[in-house]
């Protein structure tokens, strides 16, 4: 809409997104599990953010004197074999966990909505050899590709987004080109076209908007997955390198201790579990509260 | 049909190249030289110039790239994938020594997945709100998020080392001792099983919600037709196409998992040579398994794709 457009239609507009917002979140919010997800999450994050204030102890501090206690009052979840306090450490890992979920998905969700949306909207060979791309990518179960990709850039925090982000790439391109090309058929994409505009406008005004809803449950969903897949690498020793304190390798850590203290294992685990549950219920939230049709808008 | 198959045949035939295609480019990026850790691993002093020349020479590595391509797949083709850098033995004995165990374990999980997760999906849709499909969702919500390395560590705690009902690790053919076998298999197969059941659960559910409110289905109500022949005969073939989809994509998620769940229950498998050989960078390895792995994709997406035009007349290539 124009600067100079009158202000009718405007505050009509205005009325009908409030409206819509309206019913987004109560459709959103209606079920508890999602509001719990929305929690959760809220709760990550302020961990994330305040580990500092919020752990009791240094996570990377060693203490040999207090190695492998049990939980108790002190330590609340017990020290590990080289007397770090597991509860801290747990609190740290949710820097590592959210920060390369947050930054991976937006970067492979970047290029990968990129990939498809040029795919989509050109077709024939463009799409053509873009779609065999991505197939030939998905051709490797995830883990192994960043593990592939891992390993030949090196460990450390960068190469585990990178190998990661180019793993997830080919699911938001896939997912994109079949929205554009559907998308595309409006009539509102033909009368773009027929007024003038580019295509490099039609992309990005027009089409890439309407996309988008699917795209948004898929990025949270994905932020899931992420968060498994790099718990995964540095279960395996691939990821983020020790002593930073991250989930997937205290679970591992935790392995040997088994039998005398579980904990070690436990925690970091079920801190991962409950991020990812908590990520797949928001995004089904906002599946069901983006569908017109469950909203009640048509 | 015919054509139908026949293209879907030679989309997967370019996959299949541009997937060696990559795993051959993606180990030439590995960083150093494979020649100096030839020959570091067989202990060799002073290196001369010369005699990397010769290594290189005898491994084809001097070469041009296209040339060094070729050699390798037509090895490939003829069985040949190479020799360790680690050993020098040769990377198709360990694979066809290792491939039997993951296929063993991943196959019982693909079944496993199959034979509980539909049903359970289709109970929920039939059900939908009652008591048993709140319980069912909640479970396949918690199936897939939980990391399955850390399930694997739970159940060794819990079934092995707490109740000692089962072996913590390892693993035996069954060929050899039937009963230790499926003994060792029960918590891996399980952890393989689960992200495929929940997700099928999932699938099988929302699919069968959305053919249930079809016109058809209506239709077969108002004739008076039984609940189970509306289910079984109407709804279910029609439901089915997406399940089938991501049962497919499941052979995938196994093959991902293995390499997590092979590491967790010491399982001599081919996820457990992913990592060390990713770990060693014994890139012949590497290549091998990736290989192997990828092929084992592409064709059950073939088997997927063909299905699907032969469950649904409808399908037609574009």
Same mark, same amino acid.
């Given at each position: 809409m124009s600067e100079e457009a009158n202000l009718g239609p405007a505050?009509?507009?205005?009325?009908?997104?409030?409206?819509?917002?309206?019913?987004?979140?109560?459709?959103?919010?209606?079920?508890?599990?999602?509001?719990?997800?929305?929690?959760?999450?809220?709760?990550?994050?302020?961990?994330a953010i305040f580990a500092p204030w919020l752990a009791p102890y240094?996570?990377?501090?060693?203490?040999?004197?207090?190695?492998?206690?049990?939980?108790?009052?002190?330590?609340?979840?017990?020290?590990?074999?080289?007397?770090?306090?597991?509860?801290?450490?747990?609190?740290?890992?949710?820097?590592?966990?959210?920060?390369?979920?947050?930054v991976v998905v937006v970067l492979s969700a970047i290029v990968g909505m990129a990939l498809g949306l040029i795919a989509g909207y050109f077709?024939?060979?463009?799409?053509?050899?873009?779609?065999?791309?991505?197939?030939?990518?998905?051709?490797?179960?995830?883990?192994?590709?960043? !593990?592939?990709?891992?390993?030949?850039?090196?460990?450390?925090?960068?190469?585990?987004?990178?190998?990661?982000?180019?793993?997830?790439?080919?699911?938001?391109?896939?997912?994109?080109?079949?929205?554009?090309?559907?998308?595309?058929?409006?009539?509102?994409?033909?009368?773009?076209?027929?007024?003038?505009?580019?295509h490099i406008r039609i992309m990005f005004r027009h089409l890439a908007p309407n996309c988008f809803p699917p795209l948004i449950v898929m990025m949270t969903m994905m932020l899931g997955t992420t968060i498994l897949a790099e718990a995964g690498l540095s279960f395996l020793g691939i990821g983020v390198q020790a002593p930073t304190p991250t989930w997937g390798n205290m679970v591992n850590d935790g392995r040997q201790y088994l039998l005398t203290n579980p904990v070690l294992s436990f925690a970091p685990g079920l801190a991962i579990m409950l991020m990812v549950y908590a990520f797949n219920m928001v995004g089904d939230g906002l599946r069901d509260a983006l569908d017109p049709q469950l909203r009640g808008v048509i | 049909m015919t054509t139908y198959i026949i293209r879907r045949l030679i989309l997967a035939v370019i996959v299949l190249f541009l997937v060696s295609l990559f795993v051959f480019l993606a180990m030439r990026l590995l960083p150093g030289d494979p020649v100096l850790?030839?020959?570091?691993?067989?202990?060799?002093?002073?290196?001369?110039?010369e005699q990397l020349d010769e290594v290189r020479h005898q491994f084809g590595l001097d070469k041009t790239l296209p040339m060094q391509y070729f050699d390798w797949i037509t090895g490939v083709f003829r069985g040949d994938l190479g020799r360790s850098i680690l050993n020098r033995s040769p990377v198709i004995q360990e694979i066809l020594r290792r491939l039997p165990i993951t296929f063993h374990l991943g196959v019982l999980a693909f079944i496993i997945a199959i034979v509980i997760g539909i049903p359970a999906g289709v109970l929920c849709a039939v059900r939908r709100g009652g008591w048993l499909d709140n319980f069912v969702t909640t479970l396949a919500n918690i199936g897939i998020t939980v990391p399955v390395f850390w399930l694997g560590i739970i159940l060794i705690y819990v079934f092995a080392l707490y109740f000692r009902w089962l072996p913590v690790m390892g693993y035996t053919s069954p060929f050899e001792n039937f009963w230790l076998s499926t003994k060792q298999i029960i918590m891996p197969v399980f952890c393989l099983a689960l992200g495929p059941i929940a997700g099928n659960a999932r699938q099988a559910r929302s699919s069968m919600l959305e053919v249930i409110r079809k016109d058809y289905i209506r239709t077969a109500w108002s004739k008076g037709l039984r609940e189970r022949a509306i289910i079984m005969k109407h709804a279910l073939?029609?439901?089915?196409?997406?399940?089938?989809?991501?049962?497919?994509?499941?052979?995938?998620?196994?093959?991902?998992?293995?390499?997590?769940?092979?590491?967790?229950?010491?399982?001599?498998?081919?996820?457990? !040579?992913?990592?060390?050989?990713?770990?060693?960078?014994?890139?012949?390895?590497?290549?091998?398994?990736?290989?192997?792995?990828?092929?084992?994709?592409?064709?059950?997406?073939?088997?997927?794709?063909?299905?699907?035009?032969?469950?649904?007349?409808?399908?037609?290539?574009?």
């Amino acid at each position: 809409m124009s600067e100079e457009a009158n202000l009718g239609p405007a505050t009509i507009e205005n009325v009908r997104h409030a409206k819509e917002l309206r019913l987004f979140f109560r459709v959103f919010l209606n079920r508890g599990v999602v509001v719990f997800g929305m929690v959760i999450i809220l709760l990550f994050i302020i961990a994330a953010i305040f580990a500092p204030w919020l752990a009791p102890y240094n996570p990377d501090k060693i203490d040999m004197n207090n190695s492998l206690l049990q939980p108790g009052k002190a330590h609340w979840l017990g020290t590990d074999s080289l007397g770090r306090d597991t509860f801290s450490r747990t609190i740290y890992g949710t820097r590592v966990s959210m920060l390369i979920g947050l930054v991976v998905v937006v970067l492979s969700a970047i290029v990968g909505m990129a990939l498809g949306l040029i795919a989509g909207y050109f077709g024939g060979w463009t799409r053509a050899v873009v779609m065999r791309l991505i197939d030939t990518l998905m051709a490797f179960p995830m883990i192994l590709l960043a !593990l592939l990709i891992a390993s030949l850039l090196g460990g450390g925090m960068n190469n585990v987004v990178m190998a990661l982000a180019f793993a997830m790439v080919p699911i938001y391109a896939r997912l994109m080109c079949g929205q554009v090309m559907s998308v595309k058929e409006n009539d509102y994409i033909l009368a773009g076209r027929s007024m003038g505009a580019s295509h490099i406008r039609i992309m990005f005004r027009h089409l890439a908007p309407n996309c988008f809803p699917p795209l948004i449950v898929m990025m949270t969903m994905m932020l899931g997955t992420t968060i498994l897949a790099e718990a995964g690498l540095s279960f395996l020793g691939i990821g983020v390198q020790a002593p930073t304190p991250t989930w997937g390798n205290m679970v591992n850590d935790g392995r040997q201790y088994l039998l005398t203290n579980p904990v070690l294992s436990f925690a970091p685990g079920l801190a991962i579990m409950l991020m990812v549950y908590a990520f797949n219920m928001v995004g089904d939230g906002l599946r069901d509260a983006l569908d017109p049709q469950l909203r009640g808008v048509i | 049909m015919t054509t139908y198959i026949i293209r879907r045949l030679i989309l997967a035939v370019i996959v299949l190249f541009l997937v060696s295609l990559f795993v051959f480019l993606a180990m030439r990026l590995l960083p150093g030289d494979p020649v100096l850790m030839y020959m570091s691993a067989s202990s060799v002093q002073e290196i001369t110039e010369e005699q990397l020349d010769e290594v290189r020479h005898q491994f084809g590595l001097d070469k041009t790239l296209p040339m060094q391509y070729f050699d390798w797949i037509t090895g490939v083709f003829r069985g040949d994938l190479g020799r360790s850098i680690l050993n020098r033995s040769p990377v198709i004995q360990e694979i066809l020594r290792r491939l039997p165990i993951t296929f063993h374990l991943g196959v019982l999980a693909f079944i496993i997945a199959i034979v509980i997760g539909i049903p359970a999906g289709v109970l929920c849709a039939v059900r939908r709100g009652g008591w048993l499909d709140n319980f069912v969702t909640t479970l396949a919500n918690i199936g897939i998020t939980v990391p399955v390395f850390w399930l694997g560590i739970i159940l060794i705690y819990v079934f092995a080392l707490y109740f000692r009902w089962l072996p913590v690790m390892g693993y035996t053919s069954p060929f050899e001792n039937f009963w230790l076998s499926t003994k060792q298999i029960i918590m891996p197969v399980f952890c393989l099983a689960l992200g495929p059941i929940a997700g099928n659960a999932r699938q099988a559910r929302s699919s069968m919600l959305e053919v249930i409110r079809k016109d058809y289905i209506r239709t077969a109500w108002s004739k008076g037709l039984r609940e189970r022949a509306i289910i079984m005969k109407h709804a279910l073939k029609n439901g089915m196409m997406p399940v089938v989809t991501l049962s497919g994509m499941g052979v995938g998620t196994i093959l991902g998992g293995a390499v997590l769940i092979e590491q967790v229950f010491n399982i001599p498998g081919m996820g457990r !040579l992913a990592v060390t050989s990713v770990m060693n960078q014994d890139y012949p390895y590497v290549q091998a398994v990736a290989l192997i792995m990828a092929i084992s994709i592409v064709f059950s997406n073939l088997l997927v794709d063909i299905s699907y035009g032969w469950f649904d007349p409808r399908v037609h290539y574009d």
